[in-house]
């Protein structure tokens, strides 16, 4: 139980090193980095974690994030799982979802949801910043989650809405 006491300890560590770094502490004067002022370009550095995922080795901490200063810009960061800034960010495509995503087995890449093809279809994106691969080819439905297994394969959940519009004429 102290193991898994650290971890998420160090797991908290990181996020908040990462993501707050610039948030004062509760004072009567904000303050930013190195004790000064907290600025309008402090609060511009900080963005919001999606779904922050630990990776498959525990060193690193995967996570999404919507990068303002470059137009709303997708992105995935990896931060070391003993804090600090991120170590790599990798750009996105603008059709990302961001509401699942999981490690790939192997630790070399990050599964996540796209809706390229106006359909939410599972797609991995190499940590080496190559192209993405898509995994999953689904031709209807809605994707709202996965899980990926230790042999990789991919668990969906999936559902339909089926819309139906009925006139009523003349009731009585």
């Given at each position: 139980?102290?193991?898994?006491?650290?971890?998420?300890?160090?797991?908290?560590?990181?996020?908040?090193?990462?993501?707050?770094?610039?948030?004062?502490?509760?004072?009567?004067?904000?303050?930013?980095?190195?004790?000064?002022?907290?600025?309008?370009?402090?609060?511009?550095?900080?963005?919001?974690?999606?779904?922050?995922?630990?990776?498959?080795?525990?060193?690193?901490?995967?996570?999404?994030?919507?990068?303002?200063?470059?137009?709303?810009?997708p992105k995935l960061a990896l931060i070391p799982f003993a804090g600090g800034e991120p170590s790599k960010t990798i750009d996105l495509p603008r059709s990302v979802q961001p509401i699942a995503f999981a490690w790939m087995p192997d630790g070399r890449s990050v599964a996540y949801l796209d809706n390229a093809s106006g359909i939410l279809n599972v797609w991995s994106q190499p940590l080496d910043g190559s192209s993405p691969k898509q995994l999953t080819n689904f031709k209807s439905e809605f994707l709202t989650s996965f899980a990926i297994s230790r042999d990789g394969t991919i668990a969906a959940y999936r559902w339909s809405a089926t819309r139906d519009i009925v006139l009523i004429k003349d009731y009585r």
């Open positions: 139980m102290t193991h898994r006491w650290r971890n998420w300890r160090g797991l908290a560590r990181a996020l908040l090193s990462s993501v707050a770094a610039a948030l004062p502490l509760a004072t009567a004067q904000p303050q930013g980095p190195a004790g000064r002022a907290f600025s309008l370009d402090d609060l511009a550095r900080i963005h919001t974690v999606t779904d922050p995922a630990i990776s498959p080795d525990g060193n690193s901490i995967a996570y999404f994030f919507t990068d303002e200063q470059a137009n709303n810009q």
